[in-house]
Nanobody
Framework: QVQLVESGGGLVQAGGTLRLSCAASGRTFEFYDMGWFRQAPGKEREFVAAIRWSGSTTYADSAKGRFTISRDNAKTTVYLQMNSLKPDDTAIYYC????????????WGQGAQVTVSS
């Protein structure tokens, strides 16, 4: 069982930056793939970025070049650095985790609100 707690959300103007953090419980964090998803009002949840246990990363097209996902295994924390934010990035951002080899993300945080004003 893994518990995830997001932090770092807030209100920012267009063009600004935010860094989300996701603290994970558990002693085997380094063997989990981690991801960030988001859900905007009236829309389905969508993938933003993921980082495997190996450190390799994947991004949605909307995040490429602006967002960076990283992890610190010693701190059992995953980060999402978001630059050049746009109003369309407004959403609740969720951290997720899955065991290596499992196809779908198994554990989810409670979400962090990110609001980008124009």
């Amino acid at each position: 069982q893994v518990q995830l707690v997001e932090s770092g959300g807030g209100l920012v103007q267009a063009g600004g930056t935010l860094r989300l953090s996701c603290a994970a419980s558990g002693r085997t964090f380094e063997f989990y793939d981690m991801g960030w998803f988001r859900q905007a009002p009236g829309k389905e949840r969508e993938f933003v970025a993921a980082i495997r246990w190996s450190g390799s990363t994947t991004y949605a097209d909307s995040a490429k070049g602006r967002f960076t996902i990283s992890r610190d295994n010693a701190k059992t924390t995953v980060y999402l650095q978001m630059n050049s934010l746009k109003p369309d990035d407004t959403a609740i951002y969720y951290c997720a985790a899955k065991r290596v080899g499992v196809s779908k993300f198994e554990y989810w945080g409670q979400g962090a609100q990110v609001t980008v004003s124009s």
